[in-house]
C-alpha cells in the first residue's frame, strides 16, 4: 500500500506563485511514478503533471514553461513549482501515485489541496 499527503496551496494573485508538496509513504519504492491532477468545478479531473522514478516529466501543454515537477527522494516528496498562475489554473489538485503490478495498475490518491488564483 501506498499513502500520499497533499501540502502547499492557497489563495494567490494572478502571475503569483506557489509550491505544492506530496509526501509518500508506505511501500515507496514500488511506486512506479507520481504526478498532479487537477479538478476545477463542474470539469473532470485532469493531468497536470508527472514524474516517473526515473525523474522523466511530462506537462499538460496548459502548464507547460509555468509548472515544475520535482521529486526528492531522500524526504519521499514530489513538488510541484507554479509560477505565472492564472485565474484558470484555480482548482483542487490532487497528488497521484501509480504502482504497476502484474500489469495491473494501482492508482493511489490524496485527498487534494485547493488553488485559488485570483483575477
Known amino acids: 500500500q501506498v499513502q500520499v499527503v497533499e501540502s502547499g496551496g492557497g489563495l494567490v494573485q494572478t502571475g503569483g506563485s506557489l509550491r505544492l508538496s506530496c509526501l509518500a509513504s508506505g511501500s515507496i519504492f514500488t511506486i512506479a511514478a507520481m504526478g498532479w491532477y487537477r479538478q476545477a468545478p463542474g470539469k473532470q479531473r485532469v493531468l497536470v503533471a508527472t514524474?516517473?522514478?526515473?525523474?522523466?516529466?511530462n506537462y499538460a501543454d496548459s502548464v507547460k514553461g509555468r509548472f515544475t515537477i520535482s521529486r526528492d527522494n531522500a524526504k519521499n516528496t514530489v513538488n510541484l513549482e507554479m509560477n505565472s498562475l492564472k485565474p484558470e489554473d484555480t482548482a483542487v489538485y490532487y497528488c497521484n501515485a501509480k504502482r504497476y503490478i502484474s500489469g495491473i495498475v494501482y492508482d493511489y490518491w490524496g485527498q487534494g489541496t485547493q488553488v485559488t488564483v485570483s483575477s
Open positions: 514524474i516517473t522514478s526515473r525523474g522523466s516529466t
